[in-house]
């Protein structure tokens, strides 16, 4: 991924955290360790650190008290970039990160949204430093003319919120298994044909219509979708 298409650190700290709090990694009331020393583990520097925890705060993740510390909080993730991301490592959470392999306005292969026609989005996608699964993201032709490699950041929902004013709210998954598709590339360590975890995804906007459909093929090995609810 290009570092200019690379969210900034700060998103990417507080998005790793997100995902260890949702994950179970880090306990609720748990209390964080020194802020120096979490940002010598971390390898960024205290001011990045602390932008990153002020996100958090501001998610109702984190509890700052003045003198004490830093303090874990178990509440929804709403507003996290990837809160309906569902794929973990074995081992748990990872932070997502993408390679985009192509971008192509072209006629829908599936009905849905305004348009005939749609932005197809090819990409590798990581959990940390392991590559483990293989995306085609559609996003509904009505939101933009055209699409580009450039304008794409790590984060498509990132993306779509500051660039066209498009907050997915709810998505429906349904979850099997499929043979790798036959413009898999040579990078991937699968081969097209060779079964895979497969998830097929209808996103919509905050009125519930159909803003993006995606296909994701996962390798079971490495990751496995997760979906966590909070009590009725």
């Known amino acids: 991924m290009d570092a200019s298409a690379a969210l900034p650190k700060y998103i990417q700290i507080s998005e790793m955290?997100?995902?260890?709090?949702?994950?179970g990694h880090l306990?609720?009331?748990a209390r964080l360790p020194p802020e120096r020393e979490m940002a010598a583990d971390l390898g960024i520097s205290v001011g990045t650190l602390r932008k990153a925890l002020g996100d958090l705060a501001e998610k109702g993740m984190l509890t700052r008290?003045?003198?004490?510390?830093?303090y874990v909080r178990h509440a929804p993730a709403n507003?996290?970039?990837?809160?309906?991301?569902?794929?973990?490592?074995l081992a748990g959470a990872g932070l997502p990160t993408a390679q985009?392999?192509?971008?192509?306005?072209v006629a829908k292969t599936r009905a849905f949204g305004a348009s005939d026609e749609g932005h197809r989005i090819r990409r590798l996608r990581y959990l940390g430093d392991a590559l483990i699964a293989l995306e085609e993201i559609w996003l509904d032709g009505s939101y933009r003319d055209q699409v580009t490699m450039s304008d794409?950041?790590?984060?498509l929902y990132h993306f779509y919120r500051n660039d066209l004013g498009l907050v997915i709210a709810s998505v429906v998954d349904e979850i099997g298994v499929a043979p790798m598709p036959d413009w898999t590339p040579d990078s991937y360590h699968m081969q097209a044909g060779q079964t895979a975890g497969y998830i097929e995804r209808i996103s919509a906007d905050g009125t519930g219509a159909a803003a993006e459909f995606s296909r994701t093929w996962f390798d079971y090995d490495k990751a496995r979708y997760v979906s966590r609810m909070g009590k009725g």
């Not at 507003?79 to 490592?89: G, I, K, N, V």
């Not at 985009?100 to 306005?105: A, F, G, N, W």
């Open 17 to 23: 955290l997100i995902r260890e709090i949702a994950a």
């Open 27 to 29: 306990a609720d009331g």
């Open 65 to 70: 008290v003045q003198g004490s510390g830093n």
């Open 79 to 89: 507003t996290a970039l990837y809160a309906f991301f569902r794929l973990e490592l």
């Open 100 to 105: 985009v392999l192509s971008v192509d306005r």
């Open 152 to 155: 794409l950041s790590e984060s």
